[in-house]
T-cell receptor, first 111, second 110 residues
Framework: GQQVMQIPQYQHVQEGEDFTTYCNSSTTLSNIQWYKQRPGGHPVFLIQLVKSGEVKKQKRLTFQFGEAKKNSSLHITATQTTDVGTYFCAGNAGNNRKLIWGLGTSLAVNP | SQTIHQWPATLVQPVGSPLSLECTVEGTSNPNLYWYRQAAGRGLQLLFYSVGIGQISSEVPQNLSASRPQDRQFILSSKKLLLSDSGFYLC?????????FGPGTRLTVL
């Protein structure tokens, strides 16, 4: 079946260090979305990328969608303790309304 | 603006008891609705989704069921809970692609 692999599963950084999580799909995606789930909370939508090679920025967060629309990355510059949480990527394949979810990358930040 | 409600926030139920979790959405019409389950420290497992009243698609065979009696109401039910039904149950709505989640219900089956 269609799968989205996400690496790493866990990442522990010192505050101020950069962080990147990668997402790879077994199938071409029509879009890629990123969500953040704080400990004890629910996933919150961050951003959606639709175009091949698209790059979007939100303050210290940079999101990329690969040329083949099968991979994506989220990069956080100079992490802060408020960045702690699990970051999920998810995408739609074709016109399917179901999202294919990665298993998430849990980020811990040492102050 | 749109809001999504889920209740209860936490629930402890004995094995074999019934379950009913309710999700309601405000501020939008004809949304797609989803039920997910998340085991501790794990990813999201899609259980059911609905594109309209009375239209339910089941993703994983299990002892759970879902119903959508009204446009903005989505209910997750079980007649007899199993230990393995414990988890964090999340309801989400979407008009297009991005999904917006409710606060979730933490269910512990003892």
């Amino acid at each position: 079946g269609q799968q989205v692999m996400q690496i790493p599963q866990y990442q522990h950084v010192q505050e101020g260090e950069d962080f990147t999580t990668y997402c790879n799909s077994s199938t071409t995606l029509s879009n890629i979305q990123w969500y953040k789930q704080r400990p004890g909370g629910h996933p919150v939508f961050l951003i959606q990328l639709v175009k091949s090679g698209e790059v979007k920025k939100q303050k210290r967060l940079t999101f990329q969608f690969g040329e083949a629309k099968k991979n994506s990355s989220l990069h956080i510059t100079a992490t802060q303790t408020t960045d702690v949480g699990t970051y999920f990527c998810a995408g739609n394949a074709g016109n399917n309304r179901k999202l294919i979810w990665g298993l998430g990358t849990s980020l811990a930040v040492n102050p | 603006s749109q809001t999504i409600h889920q209740w209860p926030a936490t629930l402890v139920q004995p094995v074999g008891s019934p379950l009913s979790l309710e999700c309601t959405v405000e501020g939008t019409s004809n949304p797609n609705l989803y039920w997910y389950r998340q085991a501790a420290g794990r990813g999201l497992q899609l259980l059911f989704y609905s594109v309209g009243i009375g239209q339910i698609s089941s993703e994983v065979p299990q002892n759970l069921s879902a119903s959508r009696p009204q446009d903005r109401q989505f209910i997750l039910s079980s007649k007899k809970l199993l230990l393995s039904d414990s988890g964090f149950y999340l309801c989400a709505w979407a008009l297009y692609n991005e999904q917006f989640f409710g606060p979730g219900t933490r269910l512990t089956v003892l």
